[in-house]
């Protein structure tokens, strides 16, 4: 197996000095709804070879081809990713690194989404995803994006967070979204930046010490909003604070993503915490932001 990590800077040198990331953080941030299917899923072609492709997978384990679903159409992560790429990247800038975070396959399983992005995102940027986390791949993803900030060779970071609620097979007991929703974040410095403080994944984590875990990422509890995803706020309703914004049941992938969009470009708070909790591996997620509105 080949692997990719960032390189680790020498003791004393000028990307040692990178590793404390001051003034880098979110620069700028998109979130949009797609009721409509994807352009993908009107073609012919390619709605005969996925009924075939996954009849063929679902064999095996005695399940069968929901054709309603299937009918209703579905998005494509391609898609959606250019709708907010050209919202979030600002004319004339480029990007190093996108990185897609999702839980929902998409209706492509044979198109290597990412591979496609780095031909349509500015920059031509290294690209990858992260999938099969369920509510803390797109904190991994954050924190694999911090760590190859901490390089020469990154200046522009894009995270693209995204769901979408039709699959034509069961999906057990998978938590599905009502809709097709996504989020960018935009990554880098600048003068109008929402500081990433810390990100952090703690697998194993006890429900009953979430709100002392939140408390302590909370540096001034009057001056901090704390937006919480759908799957933490079933683990414990009652947490530290007086802003706890809650993101919605039927976003469970991207509900706190969509929320942080909303806060960060309309700050009422100096601090920001964002935290959501993956149920199969009782992952306890949080980041923080120093809040300067991002443009």
């Known amino acids: 197996m080949y692997t990719a990590v960032p390189p680790v800077p020498e ?3 000028a990307s040692d000095t990178a590793h404390a990331l001051r003034g880098w953080g979110v620069r700028r941030t998109a979130r949009l709804e797609f009721p409509e299917p994807a352009a993908l899923a009107g073609s012919a072609t390619h709605a005969a070879r996925l009924r075939l492709y996954v009849t063929d997978m679902l064999h095996p384990y005695g399940l069968e081809f ?18 907010l790429i050209a919202l979030a990247v600002p004319h004339g800038e480029s990007v190093d690194l996108l990185v897609l975070a999702h839980a929902v396959p998409d209706i492509s399983p044979g198109r290597a989404t990412t591979t496609y992005l780095t031909h349509v995102c500015p920059g031509g940027p290294m690209a990858f995803a992260i999938n099969d986390q369920g509510a803390a791949a797109a904190f991994t993803a954050m924190r694999l994006i911090r760590e190859y900030a901490r390089t020469d060779g990154l200046r ?17 007991t998978a938590p599905m979204p009502s809709g097709n929703t996504g989020v960018a974040l935009l990554f880098g410095d600048g003068a109008d930046v929402s500081e990433l403080d810390h990100v952090t994944v703690r697998p194993g984590t006890a429900p009953a010490s979430i709100p002392a ?11 901090t909003t704390v937006i919480v995803g759908a799957s933490l706020a079933r683990q414990t309703p009652e947490l530290p604070g007086t802003d706890i914004r809650t993101a919605l049941a039927e976003q ?12 960060l470009a309309d700050a009422k708070a100096s601090h920001l915490v964002l935290a959501d909790y993956d149920d199969e591996s009782r992952s306890l997620c949080l980041a923080g932001f120093s809040l300067n509105s991002p443009g």
């Open 11 to 13: 003791a004393g040198t």
């Open 66 to 83: 929901d054709e309603a679903a299937f009918e209703r159409g579905g998005q494509s992560y391609s898609e959606m990713a250019e709708a």
């Open 156 to 172: 522009r970071a894009l995270l693209l967070v995204l769901e979408q609620a039709t699959l034509p097979y069961p999906t057990g």
């Open 213 to 223: 875990a939140i408390s302590a990422r909370s540096p001034d509890a009057d001056d």
């Open 252 to 263: 469970p992938h991207t509900g706190a993503w969509w929320e942080l969009a909303g806060a």
